[in-house]
């Protein structure tokens, strides 16, 4: 067994050699590897399991859609031809959308540096911090890039609700099991129903995170989680699990 262990040991250095003469540095999974996790059916020493979980975003309220056409003419045909000629058509659908993100640290750390999960708080955080940063704006910032040039699908996030502990994740989906309606304010309405659910977890349960920070464009309480610009509320739940 001695051997065993020894020998798989030998075998995780080399892959961490290979991997730094292939371009990846010091990141025994790859960013991505990392991230969002690896299988490897050759070598079960190459597989990592993915650090973040990212759920189906949803619309908060019913979903509504509409049928657009559109053609595809052949304006080259020549004599007597009649060339060729498509109409087809779409369905478009715009929403409020609540999405869920999960981050394991400890994981995400192992993975970047090839540390046991439980030695994690030991390691340089530096690009920990990095990628979790970049991770979070990519959340408030980016869109799907389907039909990009016919929907220009460019929507940052209105509500963005971080946080940070020890405890069992857990999301906020069931805020949305009645459908919110959609007219007046549906933002605000999302906002309050978050709100609103999210005391009555912590009523139950406890408080559910050790640290939270709202970046939000919208009205929220206070006692809830700081409301921060994004900047600072990505710095403050850094800061909470790394350290200033």
Same mark, same amino acid.
């Given at each position: 067994?001695?051997?065993?262990?020894?020998?798989?040991?030998?075998? @995780?250095?080399?892959?961490?050699?290979?991997? @730094?003469?292939?371009? $990846?540095?010091?990141?025994?999974?790859?960013?991505?590897?990392?991230?969002?996790?690896?299988?490897?059916?050759?070598?079960?020493?190459? /597989? =990592? %399991?993915?650090?973040?979980?990212? *759920? $189906?975003?949803?619309?908060? $309220?019913?979903?509504?859609?509409?049928?657009?056409?559109?053609?595809?003419? %052949?304006?080259?045909?020549?004599?007597?031809?009649?060339?060729?000629? $498509?109409?087809?058509?779409?369905?478009?659908?715009? #929403?409020?959308? !609540? #999405?869920?993100?999960?981050?394991?640290?400890?994981?995400?750390?192992?993975?970047?540096?090839?540390?046991?999960? @439980?030695? +994690? *708080?030991?390691?340089?955080?530096?690009?920990? /911090?990095?990628?979790? *940063?970049?991770?979070?704006?990519?959340?408030?910032?980016?869109?799907?890039?389907?039909?990009?040039?016919?929907?220009?699908?460019?929507?940052? =996030?209105?509500?963005?609700?971080?946080?940070?502990?020890? @405890?069992?994740?857990?999301?906020?989906?069931?805020? !949305?099991?009645?459908?919110?309606?959609?007219?007046?304010?549906?933002?605000? =309405?999302?906002?309050?129903?978050?709100?609103?659910?999210?005391?009555?977890?912590?009523?139950?349960?406890?408080?559910?995170?050790?640290?939270?920070?709202?970046?939000? /464009?919208?009205? +929220?309480?206070?006692?809830?989680?700081? /409301?921060?610009?994004? %900047?600072?509320?990505?710095?403050?739940?850094?800061?909470?699990?790394?350290?200033?």
């Amino acid at each position: 067994m001695d051997t065993l262990k020894q020998k798989l040991k030998t075998d @995780k250095k080399n892959f961490k050699a290979m991997l @730094k003469q292939a371009g $990846h540095g010091d990141l025994y999974a790859g960013l991505e590897g990392a991230m969002f996790g690896r299988f490897v059916t050759s070598d079960i020493l190459a /597989r =990592s %399991d993915a650090a973040v979980h990212v *759920a $189906h975003a949803f619309t908060v $309220h019913g979903l509504d859609t509409e049928v657009d056409y559109f053609t595809v003419v %052949d304006d080259l045909n020549l004599d007597d031809e009649t060339g060729a000629a $498509h109409a087809g058509d779409m369905e478009l659908g715009a #929403g409020l959308y !609540y #999405g869920y993100v999960a981050v394991d640290i400890p994981l995400l750390i192992s993975n970047l540096t090839g540390c046991d999960a @439980k030695d +994690w *708080a030991k390691q340089d955080s530096a690009d920990a /911090r990095q990628v979790l *940063a970049g991770l979070i704006e990519a959340i408030a910032t980016v869109s799907p890039g389907a039909k990009l040039g016919a929907t220009a699908p460019y929507a940052y =996030s209105d509500f963005l609700l971080l946080e940070a502990g020890a @405890k069992q994740p857990r999301c906020l989906a069931n805020a !949305y099991l009645k459908a919110l309606p959609a007219k007046g304010d549906v933002m605000q =309405s999302a906002v309050d129903a978050m709100g609103c659910y999210l005391a009555d977890v912590d009523a139950m349960y406890g408080a559910t995170a050790g640290h939270r920070a709202a970046a939000t /464009r919208k009205q +929220w309480p206070e006692n809830a989680a700081p /409301r921060l610009p994004l %900047d600072q509320a990505v710095k403050q739940i850094l800061d909470a699990v790394f350290g200033a």
